[in-house]
């Protein structure tokens, strides 16, 4: 079963292309060159893979992968 | 039980095409830029002195013509940005076409409003209080927009797009027997003109003209509009006893591909089910989805049988949907956006 960073790194793959090295969850956003508008489709992307809804304020503060993926964990959890 | 049926179709867009490289030298942004944002490539753009009746006219006759009819009881203009205050245009359009007396009112629910003048047409016809209506979506943002705005300068072009309805039965190919539509006021800021109302007017300021520009927030429009347009589409096609998977063509409002591409993400369909003609009109507003009709007509990609969902979103909020099975109609010549 994939784990999370590997769901969120199939949805970023779909949205922008990933440096030829890959990514880890300690990589910038940033050096991926993401938009507004391209945060907003990763956001309905992430949705859509987790089945869950995703703040769009949450998705501001982001910075790394590694916070996609806390944010979508946040999610998903009960509490 | 009577139903209204769609049985005829057509556009208009004013000559003078804007293409991104001139509105990009001016705001200092490129063709690529405006491409990748929003799949817009160019737009049709009103000369001075020309109006929303001046393009709702022409694509008024446009339809009846392709209806094969001269006239219909009712007009229903759906616009945004009307020739005056007060009156409505729609009168004057329906004088123009020579239906002196005809019932004729403006609807404003901006961007969706093609799809509440639809509904409103039918109802006029399911009521009977028509026999037959022309619905008519006409816009000239380049009137609200600021010159200056490199963000929503580019998104936003002219045009007139119009339908007739006539009365038929809920079986006939064509027929409109589902509707879905919606508002939210809360967030009348999200995309607005603040000046020149009573708002504004009844605090005796003079109209201040910055405010007669239209403003727009980006992201939130974005969001409302994808999950909106796809709540909607699903509440339509559940109405009309049909499956997501049924749906042949999605005519959505054309605001920014990126929107349509994440509407159709989200009903888990395709893209090959998208008609768009946005890379050469831009956002029409309430035209957009009878421009895109007719383009997709020309096309080919609307085909006669086809399950065709119509679905949009504008200022208000506003958003409306409506699904039906593609009837035989006949385009006039030279029905096309270059």
Known sequence: MSTNLERVRKVLAGHCELPPQGIDAQTSLVALDLDSLTMMEIGFGLEREFRTSVDDDALSDVTTVGDLVRIVESCLSPG | ?338
């Open chain 2, 1 to 338: 039980m009577t139903a209204a049926v769609l049985s005829g179709l057509g556009g208009w867009l004013p000559p003078r095409v804007v293409t991104n490289e001139e509105v990009g030298r001016e705001l200092g942004v490129t063709d690529e830029w405006i491409r990748r944002r929003t799949g817009i490539g160019r737009r049709h753009v009103c000369d001075p002195g020309t109006s929303t009746s001046d393009l709702a006219v022409r694509a008024g006759a446009r339809a009846l013509s392709s209806a094969g009819v001269e006239a219909t009881d009712a007009v229903v203009l759906a616009t945004a940005t009307p020739d005056h205050q007060i009156p409505g245009t729609a009168p004057a359009v329906a004088a123009r076409l020579g239906m002196t007396g005809a019932i004729a009112f403006d609807v404003n629910a901006v961007c969706t409003g093609f799809v509440y003048a639809l509904a409103t047409g039918t109802a006029l016809v399911r009521g009977g209080l028509a026999e037959s209506v022309l619905v008519i979506g006409a816009d000239t943002f380049s009137t609200v927009l600021d010159p200056a705005d490199p963000v929503v300068r580019p998104l936003f072009g002219d045009g007139a797009g119009a339908v007739v309805l006539r009365a038929g039965t809920p079986e006939e190919p064509g027929a409109l027997n589902a509707f879905d539509l919606g508002s939210d006021g809360r967030h009348e800021d999200f995309i607005i003109v603040p000046s020149g109302g009573s708002r504004q007017r009844s605090g005796g300021r003079p109209t201040d003209p910055v405010g007669s520009y239209m403003t727009m927030r980006g992201r939130e429009v974005f969001r409302a509009a994808v999950s909106r347009m796809a709540e909607s589409s699903r509440t339509v096609l559940a109405e009309a006893g049909r499956d997501v998977t049924s749906v042949d063509r999605v005519v959505g409002h054309q605001a920014n591909i990126r929107i349509l591409r994440a509407v159709a993400d989200r009903l888990e369909l395709p893209e090959d089910r998208l008609i768009s003609n946005i890379d050469r009109v831009g956002n029409t507003s309430a035209a957009s989805i009878p421009l895109a009709l007719a383009d997709g007509l020309a096309e080919g990609g609307v085909k006669e049988g086809a399950t065709v969902l119509l679905t949009a979103f504008g200022a208000g909020l506003t958003w409306g949907s409506t699904v039906l099975e593609w009837p035989e109609i006949l385009l006039n010549e030279g029905e096309m956006t270059p």
